[in-house]
């Protein structure tokens, strides 16, 4: 999260970009965030299916969000992503996202993208630096 980020309610982050996806976030802590969407239309790739990059958006701002939870900010560093299902049109899919280390100028995070039926759509491991 960048310092022009702003939390209105607690649970929702106002960024354009995730914003314009639909995507939400549904839950933060010091080092935890869910965030979440549901595949439109204009989601879609040429297969009909979620595209890679919606899913990769949502998987890198729920773990950005945990990675500088109280902190100024940070940047990706480094996002590696594991697609193993497939996003429908309806579908709903949740990103939880949890630090596993954070150091004065680096958070370690893994991440696992479920659909509404429990399903893994995604795991992610990525890596943050921080901004002081």
Avoid: W
Wanted: glycine letters at 10%; charged letters at 15%; aromatic letters at 4%.
């Amino acid at each position: 999260m960048h310092s022009n980020d702003h939390i209105s309610d607690g649970t929702t982050v106002h960024r354009s970009v995730t914003k314009s996806l639909g995507i939400e976030c549904v839950e933060r802590s010091d080092t935890h965030a869910v965030f979440a969407v549901t595949m439109r239309e204009d989601h879609q790739n040429r297969g009909g299916v979620m595209h890679g990059g919606i899913t990769a958006t949502l998987i890198d701002s729920a773990c950005g969000t945990a990675a500088v939870a109280g902190l100024k900010g940070g940047a990706t560093a480094s996002l590696t992503i594991n697609y193993l299902a497939p996003v429908r049109l309806g579908d709903t899919i949740t990103c939880t996202a949890s630090v596993n280390k954070r150091t004065r100028t680096l958070a370690f995070v893994d991440a696992s993208t479920v659909n509404q039926d429990g399903d893994i759509i995604a795991t992610a491991t990525a890596v943050f630096r921080i901004i002081h």
